[in-house]
């Protein structure tokens, strides 16, 4: 079985401490060294606005300043995985963001705001000639939003949440298939541990019948953009483990040996030719932060030297 090395672990620390955000070099210490939550939260504090919402790049494809719910949400990950609780002002005020900014009449998020298009971004990120994308109701973020509103549903009166749920349900039930983004969006409404049985049960149920056409198995796929294995088995707890066992285990070998040799994991996307002295900004930023990633993916799963 293979294993990440301790001077491989040793390079990927002097890599994200280099190169890293101060948040990815703050998750690291919490996670690898004992470091202070405090200093996380305080890192994570930078990117939020005034409004609640959280911008500023915390997305590095998107290099707005505005608020949007796409950087919302991704912070509400790491402030779910740590368990921060819904009175924390980072916590609340992101899901009052939210609430405020809620299409009432698509039971939907926009994912990032109209006015992100006069910022440097990501191609994907143009939104002329696109309003289906991003006016109309989509899984992605809307299926992951409702999870956060579901862990912190203190802060929510009950029948956003079920109606958004009912919308959410009615949505994912009617797929025959899935599009990647709105899988990792629904993987994490999973993860929300206040869903009733009833509603996860279907929901699994359903999405185990869509994960297998949306993952790319093939090893030679895993050198381009793609869903791998272990974005949806991220754990070894998941509950589609046991049916793509074979896929993980060559997937975690493969992350392994795709070390770069600066102790970096490096992205497989690029901006093509738009905005070159923004995209090697964003470029360095995701670095440090997908090689944070596999390491907590490799940390989980048991296969770091010292950490098994």
Not at 248 to 265: R, T, V
Request: hydrophobic share 40%; charged share 25%.
């Amino acid at each position: 079985m293979k294993i990440l090395t301790k001077n491989a672990l040793e390079k990927a620390r002097g890599f994200i401490e280099e190169n890293g955000r101060q948040l990815e070099i703050a998750r690291f210490h919490f996670e690898f060294n004992e470091g202070p939550i405090a200093d996380v939260l305080e890192a994570l504090r930078v990117f939020q606005n005034p409004d609640g919402g959280f911008g500023c790049a915390l997305e590095p494809d998107l290099r707005a300043q505005e608020s949007s719910a796409l950087c919302t949400s991704i912070a509400l990950q790491t402030l779910r995985s740590l368990g921060i609780p819904a009175e924390n002002l980072l916590v609340s005020n992101s899901i009052e963001f939210l609430l405020a900014e809620l299409n009432e009449e698509q039971l939907s998020w926009r994912i990032i705001p109209a006015s992100a298009d006069q910022s440097p971004r990501a191609p994907w990120w143009y939104q002329k000639g696109r309003k289906e994308q991003f006016e109309l109701f989509s899984l992605n973020p809307t299926s992951e939003i409702l999870g956060y509103l579901y862990d912190y549903q203190s802060n929510v009166p009950s029948e956003v949440v079920e109606r958004i749920s009912e919308r959410v349900y009615s949505e994912i039930m009617s797929l025959e298939k899935i599009e990647m983004h709105d899988l990792l969006c629904c993987l994490r409404l999973l993860k929300s541990e206040n869903l009733s049985e009833p509603f996860r049960d279907q929901l699994s149920s359903k999405i185990c019948t869509l994960v297998e056409e949306a993952i790319c198995c093939d090893q030679d796929g895993w050198k381009d953009y793609c869903l791998r294995p272990l974005q949806v088995v991220d754990r070894p707890q998941s509950p589609f483990a046991s049916d793509l066992k074979e896929a993980i285990d060559l997937n975690i070998e493969y992350e392994i040996q795709s070390q770069e040799a600066n102790g970096s994991w490096a992205p497989t996307w690029s901006w093509d030719d738009q905005y070159p002295k923004e995209w090697e900004e964003a470029k360095r930023e995701w670095a440090g932060i997908l090689t944070l990633e596999k390491l907590l993916l490799l940390k989980r799963f048991n296969r770091i030297e010292n950490f098994a």
